[in-house]
């Protein structure tokens, strides 16, 4: 199983961190082993002092595929849920400035936090997906798939040009603006409409 990212995918989210919005999408990697466990708690890292979230609508891949033309990628997922995009930011912040791999920021054991899968088939337009981001039980993150700058068809075809997709892949699809800092005791939880993906506490 591969974890795929997308960077800067929302125009508030790239203003709010001074990046420049690419042209092309921003991908990066995630091991298997960033996955947190359902229901396995969450421990704050020892290796940063500025843990941020960045909920993002996560995409599962369904069907194997490589060089996947764009207008038949939307066949090559079929579920979608929230997820957390833990990101060491202090230490990103240093690879960043030196040109470094952004591994140790993002790609640790527990980074990746998913939530209930939801079937794609109920969804009536993949285009205008609401999701959002409570902490504490107040509202953080807000975003809507219809402002992702690469829709979910370009960027698993994007992907599979460079990697080939198979079956149990995800795919995390960037973060709007309102990305931020937990600390221990915090808890997050996320919902796709109106329905709650996950809840978890920052142990
Ligand atoms: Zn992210």
Redesign the pocket.
């Known amino acids: 199983m591969k974890i795929f990212?997308v960077?800067r995918n929302y125009v508030a989210h790239a203003a709010e961190l001074g990046n420049e919005v690419p042209d092309e999408p921003v991908i990066f990697m995630k091991p298997k082993s960033a996955l947190l466990q359902p229901h396995a708690p969450f421990y704050y890292p020892e290796f940063t002092n500025e843990l941020h979230y960045?909920c993002?609508l996560v995409i599962r891949i369904c069907k194997n595929g490589k060089y996947i033309p764009e207008k038949f990628a939307g066949k090559y997922y079929d579920a979608i849920t929230a997820g957390i995009?833990f990101?060491a930011r202090d230490i990103q912040n240093d690879l960043k400035e030196k040109g470094l791999p952004w591994e140790r920021a993002k790609a640790w054991d527990n980074s990746a936090v998913l939530g209930e899968w939801v079937n794609l088939d109920t969804v009536k337009n993949k285009d205008d997906i609401n999701f959002c981001l409570y902490k504490n039980k107040e509202l953080v993150q807000q975003g809507n798939s219809g402002l992702m700058i690469h829709p979910f068809d370009e960027i698993v075809a994007y992907i599979s040009n460079y990697f080939s997709i198979n079956i149990g892949d995800v795919i995390?699809t960037?973060?709007p603006a309102g990305v931020g800092e937990v600390v221990v005791g915090d808890i997050l939880e996320a919902f796709v409409e109106d329905d709650s993906m996950f809840e978890m506490e920052i142990k």
Do not use: A, K, P
Request: proline fraction near 0%.
């Open positions: 990212c960077g960045e993002e995009d990101t995390f960037g973060t």
